[in-house]
Each structure stands twice: as C-alpha cells, then as structure tokens.
C-alpha cells in the first residue's frame, strides 16, 4: 500500500523555496548596500565645483 | 582619470533576466513534479523530494564546487582577481544548494528510514563539507589583504572540493542507508521515462537557477572590490 506521505514533500519543496528566495534576496540587498555605499564615495571625491548647489 | 561626466559605478541592471527566467523554471518543475508526476508506489509522495534534492546536490558539489575548484587553481597560476571572484561566487552558491539537500535529506529519511539523521559516509562527509565551505568564507572576511586572502582561500577550496568525489562514491565504499546513485551511474538511469523527464528538468532549472545566483553573486563581489579600491584611493 502507497503510505501517505505528502506533507514531508510539500514540506521539503517549501523549504527548497525560501532557501533559494532568501539567497536570492541577500544578494539584492547586499548589491545596493554596497551600490550605497559607492555612490557616498563618489559625490566625497567629486570636487567641489561639480556638487550641485541647492535651490 | 575619471571625470565628473563619467559613470563611476556601472549601473545597477533594471531586471535580472537571467534570475526571473530561472525563478520561473524552478516554479514551472514544482508545478509539474507535484501535480502531473506519478506518485512511487513503495515510497509515496515523499519520492518526489527526489527532484529538489538530488538535483540541488548535483548542482551544489559538482558543478558549484567543481567550479570553485577550478577556478582556484587557475588563480593560484594566473594570479587573476576575476578567478578569485568566480570562485569565492561559486562557493557561496554551492553553498547555499548543499543547506538546500541538507535540508530536504532528512525529511526523506524520515519517511523512508524512519530517522531525521543518521551518522552514515554520505551524510556525514557531506555535512563536513558544508562545514569546511563555512569556514572558507568565514576565512575570506577574516584576512584584510586581497592577496594573501585568495591565495589562502584557493588552497582551502581545493582542498574542500577533494571531499566531493568521496562524498560520490561514500555509498560504494562503506556500508550506508543512504541509496546508490539512480541517474549520476555507468548504467542507464533507473526511474520510469515521466520521472526521468521531471528529474531532467528540475536539473536544467537548477542549473540555470545556479547560473543566476552566479552571475549576481560575481556581480555584488566586483562591486565590492571597486568599493575597497575606492576606499584605498580617497585614503
């Protein structure tokens, strides 16, 4: 007789899901931390006469 | 020299292609795995764990450290911070799939062996795997200077990846639960053509779900390296 086993499947193919989702989001996040990041070194090294000038 | 009109940082991408179409792959086996796969009639529904974690575990060893392993050889002869990347990406990624079948395995087991674990050759040679992976990116934020943190790293990950053709062949070599090899064997795979044809495609989505995480993984790594140059630079 076929055992009725189907909550561990689910189980396993929800836990395959946000392992990969939740890489997949940690590399996203991680890339505009350090896009962030890049973008405050660039407008400190820019010299001064390029900053725009507020209103 | 750079100037004020040039891009200073290659622009973020608007959509990741590659990873969207990878998602959707992965979404389009779950759909025909659990609804349009035959159930095996010994082992129930819990069969289908096969296609998750057999094909995450030939993605994760083989081709992710497989990868990591060659590319730090090649660093350790060309001195290439490209390589470097490639294979500290490759590890990360390889390690993300080995949670993955770390994950799943016992909830087969369970199903099958009656245990969550057990300490068989397999298991636990793939656990210490895991491990060491951990430790060799634990290694790569705890030395400062990009050379000698390659160059540690590309020694500890071929070292690590020496693990996985005896993590392949653990089940010939000692008596273990854990079941032989039904597709990665001399002989023809031994699963029924519509089980084969559902294992086949969650191979290919994986493999490409892997080339994703790659390319985005390498992408956030150059990034950071521009990110230290930068800093290095501005003082």
Same mark, same amino acid.
């Given at each position: 007789?076929?055992? &009725?086993?189907?909550?561990?499947?689910?189980?396993?193919?929800?836990?395959?899901?946000?392992?990969?989702?939740?890489?997949?989001?940690?590399?996203?996040?991680?890339?505009?931390?350090?896009?962030?990041?890049?973008?405050?070194? &660039?407008?400190?090294?820019?010299?001064?006469?390029?900053?725009?000038?507020?209103? | 020299?750079?100037?004020?009109?040039?891009?200073?940082?290659?622009?973020?991408?608007?959509?990741?292609?590659?990873?969207?179409? %990878?998602?959707? *792959?992965?979404?389009?086996?779950?759909?025909?795995?659990?609804?349009?796969?035959?159930?095996?009639?010994?082992?129930? %529904? /819990?069969?289908?764990?096969?296609?998750?974690?057999?094909?995450?575990?030939?993605?994760?060893?083989?081709? /992710?450290?497989?990868?990591?392993?060659?590319?730090?050889?090649?660093?350790? $002869?060309?001195?290439?911070?490209?390589?470097?990347?490639?294979?500290?990406?490759?590890?990360?990624?390889?390690?993300?799939?080995?949670?993955?079948?770390?994950?799943?395995?016992?909830?087969?087991?369970?199903?099958?062996?009656?245990? $969550? $674990?057990?300490?068989?050759?397999?298991?636990?040679?793939?656990?210490?795997? $895991?491990?060491?992976?951990? *430790?060799?990116?634990?290694?790569?934020?705890?030395?400062?200077?990009?050379?000698?943190?390659?160059?540690?790293?590309?020694?500890?990950?071929?070292? *690590?990846?020496?693990?996985?053709?005896?993590?392949?062949?653990?089940?010939?070599? !000692?008596?273990?639960?854990?079941?032989?090899?039904?597709?990665?064997?001399?002989?023809?795979?031994?699963?029924?053509?519509?089980?084969?044809?559902?294992? !086949?495609? %969650?191979?290919? %989505?994986?493999?490409?779900?892997?080339?994703?995480?790659?390319?985005?993984?390498?992408?956030?790594?150059?990034?950071?390296?521009?990110?230290?140059?930068?800093?290095?630079?501005?003082?």
């Amino acid at each position: 007789m076929t055992p &009725d086993n189907g909550g561990f499947a689910t189980a396993a193919y929800i836990i395959t899901a946000i392992v990969y989702l939740a890489y997949a989001l940690s590399i996203k996040l991680r890339e505009r931390r350090i896009r962030e990041h890049l973008a405050r070194l &660039d407008a400190s090294a820019r010299p001064p006469s390029s900053r725009p000038t507020g209103a | 020299m750079t100037t004020a009109s040039e891009p200073l940082t290659p622009p973020a991408p608007r959509h990741d292609l590659l990873l969207g179409a %990878a998602l959707l *792959a992965v979404a389009g086996v779950y759909v025909r795995a659990l609804m349009f796969t035959p159930i095996e009639a010994r082992q129930g %529904a /819990a069969q289908k764990i096969l296609y998750v974690h057999a094909t995450s575990a030939i993605v994760g060893l083989y081709i /992710a450290f497989g990868l990591m392993a060659v590319a730090s050889l090649l660093y350790l $002869w060309l001195k290439d911070a490209k390589l470097d990347r490639v294979a500290e990406s490759s590890a990360e990624v390889g390690l993300c799939y080995t949670t993955v079948v770390l994950a799943t395995g016992p909830l087969w087991g369970k199903t099958i062996w009656g245990a $969550w $674990w057990t300490w068989d050759a397999r298991l636990t040679s793939t656990l210490f795997l $895991w491990f060491i992976i951990v *430790a060799y990116l634990l290694l790569r934020s705890a030395v400062e200077e990009p050379g000698r943190r390659a160059r540690y790293a590309a020694v500890l990950g071929i070292l *690590a990846s020496l693990l996985v053709p005896f993590i392949h062949l653990s089940v010939y070599l !000692f008596r273990t639960l854990h079941p032989m090899p039904i597709v990665l064997k001399p002989s023809a795979p031994s699963m029924p053509s519509e089980m084969q044809l559902t294992f !086949f495609s %969650a191979l290919l %989505a994986f493999i490409l779900l892997f080339a994703a995480l790659l390319r985005a993984r390498y992408r956030m790594a150059t990034l950071r390296d521009l990110a230290a140059h930068r800093e290095q630079e501005h003082g």
